[in-house]
């Protein structure tokens, strides 16, 4: 089991930059797939970025080339750095662990931070 906690959210102006943290405790964030979700007012989630445990990682088209995700082994974080933020970037979001062993699905949620860009 895995223990995730999101920090880093805030009110930025458009064009500004913000990096997400989400602190795992429990497991090593490593032996899972790591992912930022986002869910604005009124929207289903979406999913913005991914990485594996070897690092490979993935985005939106919405965010490529602006937000990048990574972790810190020793922090056992994973973080969100996004630049160039947009209004349409304002969202809560969300990290996520996932992985499937032995035909078992596990799945875990922070509790969200909010981003706020403002125009």
């Known amino acids: 089991q895995v223990q995730l906690v999101e920090s880093g959210g805030g009110l930025v102006q458009a064009g500004g930059s913000l990096r997400l943290s989400c602190a795992a405790s429990?497991?090593?964030?490593?032996?899972?797939?790591m992912a930022w979700y986002r869910q604005a007012p009124g929207k289903q989630r979406e999913l913005v970025a991914t990485?594996?445990?070897?690092?490979?990682?993935t985005y939106a088209d919405s965010v490529k080339g602006r937000f990048t995700i990574s972790g810190d082994n020793a922090k056992n974080t994973v973080y969100l750095q996004m630049n160039s933020l947009k209004p349409e970037d304002t969202a809560a979001y969300y990290c996520?662990?996932?992985?499937?062993?032995?035909?078992?699905?596990?799945?875990?949620w922070g509790q969200g931070t909010q981003v706020t860009v403002s125009s």
């Open positions: 996520n662990a996932w992985r499937r062993s032995l035909g078992v699905t596990r799945n875990y």
């Open positions: 429990g497991s090593s964030f490593r032996t899972y797939v």
């Open positions: 990485m594996t445990g070897d690092s490979t990682t």
